[in-house]
């Protein structure tokens, strides 16, 4: 397996970014109007106005105005673990992913470090060998025991199996893809404005994967060099790994080799972190006592009455009833924008987490309910620590050959370790169904919007089990906002909006408009 150069393509994006980052500066103290790009290289005169006024702003830290220019990249042959660990780790961008879940993975799609060389290069391409053939060996086991799961839940469909194969190898792929490497390769659409393209130069050697960023976002600068270099060179340089804050507590803590994160150290952080949510994905940790008090407070702010008008109670339904609020059953998600569902803003949790990196790779997705996620090996304990599919618990044959399989990938992954292999190669050989333990934290609004699409029997099945947690803990605490969330087709019915399931052709097989939370249940 060769080592292979990421491919960076800037297929499209704003033209003149520099000229219009500054015009756009120049027309908020403008008395003639609106200033364009062309303005400000009308003379000589405008273009020292141009560069006083790029130098001034860039110093003072007034940089909205380089949020203006947008740049559209396709990235490929980047790894899954870079795109969780930087493109993915902060909420200003867009991104359009390939799918693990219902697109199998190619046997030679693996990051290899360029640098690796001899026996340590042997062992990494050993291990990511090992995890390749393990997915499509669990593929292949796995296809009559999702058959049947299938056909229990679509029963009809029983009387025409070959119609529904490739329904059922997608969920095949999807469970199988816990084993594989998170060095995998992917390809995406990857669009960034300006501001963002800055912090990415400024951050690129940062933890996890400072080697792979570098090469992609060198990639990322110089194409966009290429159609306007002044851009470019107005950011500020690259802060070097041993500069930042996570490494500086590492060399502290460790000693000279900031990088050798000891096992011991993250035993008794795994015991610690994990001894309070036992088999759970999520749990509510922090919360206003008042919240149900500050949103029907909020909802009466916006308009304008006195409690004696509108109580709580009513309150709370203007805003969280779907037959009161239409906003709360429109997919576009428009309720950012309107006036009384923006009082959810005022409302926050937080929640402690423990769920797979795959899972964490769609979970972060919902980048307004942000986490302060690890520099992943600080985590390592040294031994297997992983995520079991629901489906794989359920029947032994599966369980006892994915503790296998999983056995072997970490005892891959350590010897690649005690053959000196560094910390961030080694992360690309920790599986998919490594646990991420971190904090996540949002408000109502944003947290409405994640409950309500992965409550969904088609959502993913860890962040699925994560937000009826949640939910639980929220009925706990605030019953009068907890009981008026559910799964998107229960709001549907509530807003009288037809079909009640919105997913079309992907309908899940089951009604769960008719279920309480706490039947939620799904085994794919």
């Known amino acids: ?27 908020c103290y403008s008395s003639k109007g609106i200033l364009l790009p062309e303005d400000m290289v009308r003379s000589e005169k405008s273009l020292e106005i141009r560069d006083k006024v790029a130098k001034s702003t860039k110093k003072a830290g007034h940089l909205t105005t380089r949020q203006h220019p947008h740049f559209i990249f396709t990235l490929d042959k980047v790894s899954r673990q870079f795109v969780w660990s930087f493109l993915h780790s902060h909420p200003y961008y867009n991104s359009e992913q390939v799918s693990q879940r219902y697109v199998e993975v190619k046997p030679e799609n693996y990051y290899v470090p360029a640098s690796l060389e001899g026996k340590r290069r042997a062992t990494y391409l050993e291990a990511v060998e090992f995890a390749s053939q393990a997915y499509f060996e669990f593929v ?19 009387n025409y199996p070959e119609k529904w194969q490739p329904q059922i190898k997608k969920k095949c792929l999807e469970v199988a893809r816990y084993l594989l490497p998170l060095g995998t390769f992917t390809y995406l659409y990857h669009s960034v404005n300006g501001l963002t393209l800055h912090r990415y ?32 060179q107005e950011m500020d340089d690259p802060i070097p790994l041993e500069e930042t804050a996570e490494y500086r507590f590492f060399r502290e803590f460790y ?61 709370i339904r203007l805003v969280l009833d779907p037959s009161k609020n239409p906003h709360l059953t429109s997919t576009l998600n428009e309720t950012t924008m309107s006036p009384l569902a923006r009082a959810m803003f005022n409302v926050h949790y937080t929640f ?6 795959t899972a964490d790779s769609q979970d972060q997705r919902h980048r307004m309910v942000p986490g302060a996620r690890p520099v992943l090996l600080s985590q390592y304990a040294g031994m297997p620590d992983y995520i079991v599919p629901k489906v794989v618990l359920k029947y032994s044959k599966l369980e006892e050959t994915y503790r296998t399989k999983m056995d072997g990938i970490f005892r891959n992954l350590n010897r690649f370790l005690e ?88 309908y899940c097989g089951t009604q769960v408009w008719k279920k309480e939370l706490s039947d939620y249940d799904r085994t794919l």
């Open 419 to 506: 053959e000196g292999g560094s910390p961030e190669y080694a992360t690309y050989l920790l599986p998919n169904a490594f646990p991420i333990r971190f904090y996540e934290s949002g408000d109502l609004l944003n947290l409405h919007h994640k409950w309500r699409a992965r409550t969904c029997y088609n959502a993913q099945e860890e962040i699925f089990q994560a937000s009826i947690n949640e939910l639980t803990d929220l009925q706990k605490v605030h019953p009068q906002i907890a009981k008026w969330i559910k799964a998107p087709c229960w709001i549907r019915l509530q807003g009288d909006v037809k079909p009640y399931c919105p997913e079309g052709d992907h």
């Open 255 to 315: 000693g000279d080799d900031s990088s050798d994160f000891r096992p011991g150290h993250a035993k008794i952080f795994v015991r610690e972190f994990d001894q309070d949510l036992d088999s759970r994905y999520s749990r509510l940790v922090s919360y206003s006592e008042n919240s149900s008090e500050i949103l029907a407070s909020s909802v009466r702010s916006v308009l304008g009455v006195s409690r004696e008008s509108l109580n709580d109670e009513e309150a």
């Open 201 to 232: 130069h400024r951050l690129m050697n940062s933890f996890n994967v400072p080697e792979e960023q570098r090469i992609v976002v060198e990639e990322m600068i110089e194409k966009v060099r290429e159609m306007d270099s002044l851009y470019v």
């Open 1 to 27: 397996m060769e080592s292979q150069k990421p491919t960076v393509r800037l297929l499209d994006a704003t033209q003149q970014p520099f000229n219009l980052a500054i015009a756009s500066a120049r027309t």
């Open 140 to 158: 292949e086991l796995l296809h009559p025991f999702i058959q049947d799961e299938y056909f229990l839940i679509y029963k009809a469909r029983a």
């Open 352 to 357: 402690k987490k423990r769920i797979s990196h």
